[in-house]
């Protein structure tokens, strides 16, 4: 087995091409393969991926590095709306709603935020039968995200350990490098 690299790719992520013993070439991110080098077994791509603990894709050291169901890491790593408290303007009911529905509303001077449809048509209704002044427009609000990750992890076998050091690491892979 020869390893061709690590590469940078356009996005600032690391590659190597792994050339196998029967001439095969395959291109797998650089902290997969280290992972592959440290377990000394090839990933199951449908199953499993690495992680970088600290979220830094520069950071490929092994200490920062943990494997992880896919299904795990793609809820740990989507990025999530906040969602933001309101008060309703027709029956004073405390609700939550995501931003973008309220900046939307807001770009259009509607009134609002109501709570629930009915709600909103009270007091529509109440505004086409001249009861009611129109309500002030709604505010726009700016959207904050969060990630639902963790630090601990929670798929790694028993006898995996983080203790090699990398430049030890690299002394180990040095002969397949090209």
Not at 27 to 41: H, I
Request: proline share 4%; net charge positive; hydrophobic share 30%.
């Amino acid at each position: 087995m020869k390893v061709h690299g690590p590469y940078k790719r356009r996005d600032g992520r690391q590659i190597v091409i792994v050339v196998e013993r029967n001439n095969k070439r395959r291109t797998v991110s650089y902290p997969k393969w280290l992972m592959e080098c440290q377990l000394g077994r090839k990933l199951d791509p449908d199953k499993e991926t690495v992680d970088h603990i600290d979220s830094n894709f520069n950071n490929n050291d092994l200490s920062n590095l943990r494997l992880v169901p896919r299904e795990e890491h793609s809820s740990n790593d989507t990025r999530r709306v906040k969602h933001v408290e309101f008060e309703c303007a027709w029956c004073d009911k405390k609700f939550e709603r995501s931003p973008r529905l309220v900046r939307d509303k807001a770009k259009k001077n509607k009134a609002g935020p109501f709570c629930s449809r009915p709600c909103a048509g009270k007091y529509s209704r109440m505004l086409q039968l001249k009861m009611i002044d129109k309500f002030d427009s709604q505010k726009a609000v700016d959207s904050e995200y969060y990630k639902k990750k963790y630090v601990n992890a929670s798929y790694l076998p028993d006898d995996f350990e983080v203790d090699i050091e990398f430049t030890d690491l690299l002394a180990y892979v040095s002969d397949y490098i090209v």
